[in-house]
């Protein structure tokens, strides 16, 4: 069987907020949330993964949003899930194919009710069910579920996964180049579709800045800010106006005519942690300008007081280098 992407679904329709949830999902103990919608996805820069979350929203903004009458907001996670958590899509993604998890913006517990003690949420518990009845007339009439939350994320999923399997085939041989002002962009398609979008977005920013639609093979955008790290990448559009799957990402910088941007005298340059602050996780990133000789690299990360928090080994390739950093090496108070 073709297996082309993978979108587990862990939201069942509750908007509350328990005591326990997984850190830091909730504000705070019984606050409700019936709009926010999280995705989750491994990897940071040309992740498939995360691919295949900006493609599920930008399928929302573009076909759906707009005659949505309650908008959902669909926030692309920098992790793969919620700490100390394990989804489904996990797997699949060990074994190569692109997959995401869509999870609701609050949940009743952290899932463990057996190892965190005096736990009293719903979450995997004999009290996790639909809804109570109220005054014993053998009728549910409060309900834990939103149902429509529900039908909203229902909708936003269905949407997704039907662009997905429709869609034809991403470009190949996709290249990118700095030009004055702007990135020029080049690709093969033996479909010939003829329509593409370019999705663009700045290095720190989980989402795309832009997404232009172009009808060439060879192309150039412009009005990028000049110093910045963009991550760029391609697709295809079929004649009923379907795209693909975005290609992978490549990584561009480029200066103006008038100042050049300065390479590091050593070969490499920490760059800014993102997001900042974090969601659930943030990542650190190096960027290596050349081959450099060395016997080992890590992160470290301290606290204001000193401390060290977490070594994390880090290999120095020439481009973008990454590790992920998140809540476990903290202590989480819910609000």
């Known amino acids: 069987m073709q297996l082309k992407a993978v979108l587990n679904n862990d939201i069942v329709g509750g908007i509350i907020c328990g005591e326990t949830a997984s850190p830091p999902g909730c504000p705070g103990l019984n606050e409700i949330d019936s709009i926010n919608v999280r995705v989750y996805s491994d990897g940071v820069f040309n992740s498939k993964h995360k691919q295949l979350a900006r493609f599920s929203k930008l399928e929302y903004q573009e076909l759906l949003e707009a005659v949505m009458p309650v908008k959902p907001v669909v926030n692309i996670m920098t992790p793969e899930d919620r700490t100390g958590r394990g989804g489904d899509h996990i797997p699949f993604r060990q074994k190569g194919f692109a997959s995401i998890r869509y999870t609701s913006a609050n949940e009743h517990g952290n899932g463990d009710p057996t190892g965190t003690p005096d736990y009293h949420d719903r979450q995997h518990t004999m009290e996790d069910v639909l809804g109570v009845d109220t005054n014993s007339d053998g009728e549910l009439d409060s309900f834990f579920v939103d149902f429509n939350y529900l039908s909203r994320n229902t909708v936003l999923n269905g949407n997704a996964l039907a662009m997905a399997a429709l869609g034809p085939v991403p470009p190949i041989n996709f290249a990118v180049e700095p030009v004055n002002n702007g990135i020029e962009v080049s690709f093969e398609d033996p479909d010939n579709h003829g329509e593409y979008r370019v999705g663009v977005r700045k290095y720190w920013d989980n989402d795309w800045e832009l997404v232009n639609t172009?009808?060439?093979?060879t192309d150039t955008i412009y009005g990028l800010s000049p110093g910045e790290e963009y991550a760029v990448s391609v697709a295809c559009v079929d004649e009923l106006g379907t795209e693909s799957?975005?290609?992978?990402?490549?990584?561009v910088s480029f200066?103006?005519?008038?100042?050049?941007?300065?390479?590091?005298?050593q070969g490499l340059t920490l760059l800014q942690n993102h997001p900042n602050p974090f969601d659930e996780a943030t990542v650190i990133a190096v960027k290596v300008d050349r081959a450099l000789r060395y016997k080992e690299a890590y992160i470290a990360v301290f606290h204001i007081e000193g401390r060290e928090l977490a070594r994390m080994p880090i290999e120095l390739?020439?481009?973008?280098?990454?590790?992920?950093y998140d809540f476990q090496n903290h202590q989480y108070i819910p609000g």
């Open 214 to 217: 172009i009808f060439s093979t």
């Open 245 to 251: 799957l975005f290609s992978r990402e490549y990584a």
């Open 255 to 265: 200066a103006t005519g008038t100042r050049e941007v300065r390479v590091s005298e």
């Open 317 to 324: 390739k020439e481009g973008l280098n990454e590790v992920i």
